[in-house]
């Protein structure tokens, strides 16, 4: 079992941004929760809160992803109705792969794209 630490995390959609999501982090030991969310990709907007905004507006895939992430490690996570909506809409219980999102085990970036690498055939006389 992991032991708890000292963090709650709450998402949210963006109150402004509705396709963004923040999370407010609260606790002695925020700053493990904060680190963890910064490395998933997710951006500082002010003391104590983080952002999740992505071209392919799949945040709340990522959210989810990001909250059992938290969770394993012994951070308390609380989500909002409103973006457990937009989860259960689009989220985690999907049967396909999230689109721009790495295979297992890719060390490759989500948001590259990989150069064609067929060449086209050019008639010569």
């Given at each position: 079992?992991?032991?708890?630490?000292?963090?709650?995390?709450?998402?949210?959609?963006?109150?402004?941004?509705?396709?963004?999501?923040?999370?407010?982090?609260t606790g002695t030991?925020?700053?493990?929760?904060?680190?963890?969310?910064?490395?998933?990709?997710?951006?500082?907007?002010?003391?104590?809160?983080?952002?999740?905004?992505?071209?392919?507006?799949?945040?709340?895939?990522?959210?989810?992803?990001?909250?059992?992430?938290?969770?394993?490690?012994?951070?308390?996570?609380?989500?909002?109705?409103?973006?457990?909506?937009?989860?259960?809409?689009?989220?985690p219980g999907r049967?396909?792969?999230?689109?721009?999102?790495?295979?297992?085990?890719?060390?490759?970036?989500?948001?590259?794209?990989?150069?064609s690498t067929t060449?086209?055939?050019?008639?010569?006389?």
């Amino acid at each position: 079992m992991t032991a708890s630490i000292d963090a709650h995390v709450r998402l949210d959609t963006h109150p402004t941004h509705p396709s963004a999501v923040q999370a407010v982090l609260t606790g002695t030991q925020a700053r493990v929760a904060s680190t963890a969310l910064e490395a998933a990709g997710w951006s500082a907007a002010a003391t104590g809160v983080m952002a999740l905004a992505r071209i392919d507006h799949e945040e709340p895939y990522w959210a989810a992803d990001a909250a059992q992430h938290l969770t394993a490690e012994g951070i308390t996570v609380e989500i909002t109705p409103r973006l457990q909506e937009a989860i259960d809409e689009n989220g985690p219980g999907r049967t396909t792969q999230c689109p721009g999102a790495p295979a297992a085990k890719s060390a490759r970036s989500p948001t590259r794209r990989r150069r064609s690498t067929t060449t086209s055939a050019t008639a010569t006389s």
